[in-house]
């Protein structure tokens, strides 16, 4: 079974940076896509950016210059480095990947998330 386990959610003063990790365990194949997505308190979840295999990203324009987004391939763990960061980044940050599991030759393709981190920016 497939589990993403993050870590690194905190209080975190403006200005500030966080390391968010996230990392995937199980009969894993290949990990594709990494993600991380946010959601704050009453509001929809959004992606904040995204990681391909070959280290191609994406960010949300919110986070762009302040996060950066990176991928350890033989360890199956997506970061995420947080800096300046403002009162509006807090929120529930969350992991997802896409990820082919069990066997070798029939290998099964899903969309997993983790359990979330939270992370508060606040003086």
């Known amino acids: 079974q497939v589990q993403l386990v993050e870590s690194g959610g905190a209080l975190v003063q403006p200005g500030g940076s966080l390391r968010l990790s996230c990392t995937a365990s199980?009969?894993?194949?290949?990990?594709?896509?990494m993600r991380w997505y946010r959601q704050a308190p009453g509001k929809q979840r959004d992606l904040v950016a995204s990681i391909t295999r070959d280290g191609s990203t994406n960010y949300a324009d919110s986070v762009k210059g302040r996060f950066t987004i990176s991928r350890e391939n033989g360890k199956n763990t997506v970061y995420l480095q947080m800096n300046s960061l403002k009162p509006e980044d807090t929120a529930v940050y969350y992991c997802?990947?896409?990820?082919?599991?069990?066997?070798?030759?029939?290998?099964?393709?899903?969309?997993?998330w983790g359990q979330g981190t939270q992370v508060t920016v606040s003086s």
């Open positions: 997802n990947a896409d990820i082919s599991s069990g066997n070798y030759f029939r290998p099964v393709r899903n969309d997993y």
């Open positions: 199980g009969n894993i194949i290949t990990i594709t896509y």
